[in-house]
């Protein structure tokens, strides 16, 4: 529309023109998002773009704000690409957005959302993946700067609450462009050392840009492939990393995460207390019950008075004797007396006689003094057979030459192998004293 000075326009001329010239200006514009006006219905979607000194009106056409994929909020850092129109009817002038991304942070928070979402498609940060911290750790891996706050924090909350666990630093670069690929390798590292049986990964606080090495992929991959399970503590109670979402147990802070690998002394003392007083009364007891049940063992008559079992035999074997010893000189003395008697008579006949008969009678005599030793030594031996058997029946000349009598544990006479069984207290006597034995294991002769 050709337009001159020397002529007046009216005003929707003027606003053709103006918006002619303005469509011919392409920019790229960043800037936050405030008064937002989406409502179902809208054919665009209604905003400002504001910066610390001017506010520009925007709109988006409905089909490219959900082409974009982005949903805005009062608030964000948005990069917009489009044109100036003017809007004629209320002679406004607007900022047509043809191209919406998230700038900055919200660029980041985007792609860490997605990849998020990614990971979590896989079972990555599935709670039943996860798995439990072992409740007496001997050796802690670290993993984080060694130089921040944090390394501190950790060694001297386990220095407090469990001093006995020994720690492998692994020192790493934990912001920056090489911070990820150091992080993975301090993982891998530590993991590999024998013996370590939690690692914790760490560091302070920082913006989310310094966090996010932590949101990276490597790292979430490395955390889910480690042999023992990893605590996390980076940045503050707010901050939530992937790392802090695949990882076994998520604490808030590094002091919160080494307080989660290690056991409170305070509560381990209290707890051995407990099991030491159980275990000392389970002991007591025991000790006592064995005792009780030695006492009756000990009391029973077999063990007290091993002539409750041989009293019989002994006895019998004094009454024996007795017998022997009365009928013995009893029939010697008669033999004797007959010996007398017969002599005797011998001397009264031989006055009777002559001569002849008297050396005859005499020759008779010799002949019967000789054979009176003769008559003796039949019944001594006989005596002698008796004695040696009466010393061969007697149990304590079995027990002189080598044999044993087993008595069990009530006390009656062990005589077949199939009485006993493995385990059971047997009392052995021999010829001198008793012994005590336990059946180790039992034979039979078919």
């Not at 990820?180 to 050392?193: P, W």
Request: net charge positive.
């Amino acid at each position: 529309m050709a337009m001159t000075a020397d002529r007046a326009i009216s005003v929707s001329d003027a606003m053709a023109l103006a918006k002619s010239s303005l469509e011919t200006v392409r920019v790229r514009v960043v800037g936050e998002v405030s008064g937002l006006a989406s409502k179902p219905g809208y054919k665009a979607v209604y905003f400002s773009l504001k910066d610390d000194q001017a506010v520009m009106p925007c709109l988006m056409w409905r089909d490219a704000y959900d082409a974009s994929g982005v949903r805005l909020s009062d608030g964000q850092l948005v990069e917009a690409t489009g044109g100036f129109t003017a809007y004629a009817p209320k002679g406004r002038l607007q900022f047509q957005v043809r191209t919406l991304t998230i700038a900055g942070e919200g660029m980041l928070r985007l792609q860490v959302a997605e990849l998020a979402r990614r990971l979590d498609a896989e079972g990555l940060m599935d709670p039943a993946r996860k798995r439990p911290l072992p409740p007496f750790p001997s050796r802690i891996g670290v993993v984080t700067s060694p130089r921040g706050k944090a390394v501190h924090d950790v060694v001297r909350t386990l220095a407090r609450r469990y001093p006995v666990a020994e720690l492998v630093v692994a020192g790493v670069t934990v912001e920056g462009g090489r911070a990820a690929e150091e992080i993975v390798r301090g993982l891998r590292t530590v993991a590999s050392e024998p013996g370590v049986d939690v690692i914790v990964l760490c560091r302070g606080g920082g913006s989310y840009e310094d966090l996010m090495p932590f949101n990276a992929e490597e790292v979430a991959r490395a955390i889910v492939a480690s042999p023992v399970p990893v605590v996390t503590g980076i940045g503050h109670e707010p901050d939530m990393s992937i790392a802090d979402m695949v990882a076994d147990v998520r604490a808030s802070t590094p002091t919160a995460a080494a307080e989660a690998v290690s056991p409170d002394r305070a509560d381990v003392s209290a707890r051995l207390s407990v099991v030491g007083g159980r275990l000392g009364r389970a002991l007591s007891a025991s000790v006592t019950a064995r005792a009780h049940r030695l006492r009756l063992v000990a009391e029973r008559p077999v063990l007290r008075d091993p002539s409750v079992v041989l009293g019989t035999w002994m006895q019998s074997l004094d009454a024996l004797a007795a017998s022997l010893g009365r009928a013995l000189p009893d029939r010697l003395e008669r033999q004797a007396d007959a010996v007398k008697r017969a002599g005797a008579a011998i001397s009264g006949w031989a006055g009777r006689f002559g001569r002849r008969e008297r050396q005859a009678v005499s020759h008779g005599a010799r002949r019967l003094l000789a054979a009176g030793p003769l008559v003796l030594a039949a019944p001594g031996r006989r005596f002698a057979v008796a004695a040696a058997r009466l010393e061969d029946l007697s149990p304590l000349g079995i027990l002189g030459r080598g044999y044993a009598v087993c008595y069990g544990e009530e006390g009656a006479v062990v005589r077949d192998a199939g009485e006993v069984a493995p385990g059971d207290h047997l009392t052995v006597r021999v010829a001198r004293g008793t012994l005590g034995c336990v059946v180790e294991s039992v034979g039979t002769e078919e």
